[in-house]
């Protein structure tokens, strides 16, 4: 719906975004800020990589050519007294020159470089779900059944606070169902990344948030220096010993990859893990989880990643309905229901449904309305610090083996939460002016 306003909007739109759906869609020019400067790309996202690569190519030979010049002029000032008696002035100041320039040059950041961790086999079946049923004050899931086996991705899709992340919990064990089973297989090593992101301490630096104070990580059965591995994910050694509350959005979402892939796991659970990534590490994890042999349960808003990561998605087609498709996020839209009523619509155009503007609210709220409305937001305070305390908690992966009681009170107390800061948002929404 965005996209199609966005499209049929006759003014100018400034946007920042990592989904490249979205901007292959939306974009007819890109503005590329790298190393201090401002180029534009005229064109679609695709013209902009095939130029920019071309660009960067032509940089690259530039730079060995001026290396080699400057390398071979440096040799020609240290040679004996003879030479530099009769050294041409004007050779000595275009070194200078050259020294200047190279002194100047911004090295453009390397790639990410980061690989995953497989753990040894999971049992063939990952998880066993018959008739799941879960509500809260409306409907998560109901009468859901399926399998899932060693090696399926599945992507998991809906819109905000339908239940996405409450299903997670669902098929992890962590929530018990309130009807149905679910039955999970054996030898299952969980690496679970959550959106909420409290797996990061703020009082730690970088390197401690992923070794916790050890110098050494163990990756793929060989140590590696903490130093060494953060690199991969572009993490200098000053930025690796800088605390955490000095990140970017998009060092923290590469830091989260990092601490959680120290950890061999059959079963990856990312809980919208492209929030904020780069597109070059955007682009190496979908490579990576594409060639992952393990199991994995991916909620992700990117369509193309879906698109290119997941054999299969669980769809919630309305809440509390979820329906299994075979494929990813354009496969979904070509099989739902309201495709298949009507002619299937492209794979690069977004749904049709009709804007509705909300109804005008009334111009002055009563008394009683106005005091609800002043109280929301401290209401929705109180609890998402009672969110990321409780998140905090289950990020700790002891507590499971040695309170799985608390783990799970934690975990429905959690998924209360959510469906709690649904409702006060859309009375918000409601009452506010």
């Not at 020609?76 to 050294?87: C, D, E, M, S, V």
């Not at 060989?222 to 970017?248: E, G, M, N």
């Not at 979820?322 to 009507?342: N, V």
């Not at 969110?387 to 959690?414: C, G, I, M, N, V």
Request: overall charge neutral; aromatic content about 6%; glycine content about 6%.
């Amino acid at each position: 719906l965005l996209e199609k306003l966005l499209r049929d909007f006759n003014g100018a739109v400034i946007l920042i975004t990592h989904d490249r759906a979205f901007l292959r869609r939306v974009a007819t020019r890109i503005i590329e800020l790298d190393r201090g400067q401002l180029r534009s790309y005229p064109g679609d996202y695709d013209n902009y990589l095939r130029r920019r690569a071309e660009r960067l190519h032509a940089e690259s030979l530039a730079n060995t050519a001026q290396d080699r010049k400057l390398a071979e002029e440096e040799v020609w000032i240290r040679q004996g007294i003879k030479a530099r008696r009769t050294r041409n002035e004007g050779r000595v100041r275009a070194l200078e020159t050259l020294r200047a320039e190279r002194a100047q040059r911004r090295e453009r950041m390397s790639d990410p470089s980061f690989q995953l961790q497989l753990a040894q086999k999971s049992g063939k079946l990952v998880a066993e779900v018959k008739d799941l049923a879960f509500a809260y004050e409306r409907p998560i899931v109901q009468g859901l059944t399926t399998t899932l086996l060693r090696g399926d991705k599945i992507g998991i899709i809906g819109p905000n606070g339908v239940g996405k992340t409450t299903l997670l919990q669902l098929l992890l064990g962590t929530l018990a169902p309130q009807s149905g089973s679910v039955r999970l297989g054996t030898q299952l090593d969980v690496a679970y990344l959550d959106q909420t992101r409290a797996q990061l301490d703020p009082k730690l630096s970088v390197q401690d948030n992923v070794s916790g104070g050890s110098e050494q990580v163990e990756i793929n059965g060989k140590s590696q220096h903490i130093i060494s591995y953060l690199q991969d994910f572009l993490f200098s050694p000053q930025r690796a010993r800088t605390p955490i509350h000095r990140l970017s959005g998009g060092e923290r979402a590469r830091l989260l990859l990092a601490k959680l892939f120290t950890r061999p796991a059959n079963l990856l659970v990312l809980d919208e893990p492209t929030n904020d990534l780069d597109l070059e590490t955007l682009e190496l994890l979908e490579s990576l989880l594409v060639e992952y042999s393990g199991t994995l349960l991916l909620v992700s808003h990117d369509r193309e990643f879906v698109d290119n990561v997941a054999t299969s998605v669980l769809a919630f087609d309305a809440p509390g309905s979820l329906q299994e498709y075979i494929g990813g996020y354009s496969d979904w839209l070509a099989q739902r229901p309201s495709a298949t009523e009507t002619k299937a619509p492209q794979a690069d155009k977004p749904s049709t449904t009709v804007y509705t503007p909300p109804a005008p609210k009334a111009a002055k709220l009563s008394y009683k309305l106005q005091r609800e409305l002043e109280a929301i937001p401290g209401q929705i305070d109180t609890l998402e610090q009672e969110q990321k305390t409780l998140s905090e908690a289950l990020s700790d992966p002891t507590l499971f083996s040695t309170q799985p009681d608390t783990a799970q009170q934690h975990a429905q107390r959690l998924s209360v939460i959510e469906a709690e800061l649904d409702s006060l948002m859309e009375r918000w929404m409601e009452l506010s002016p």
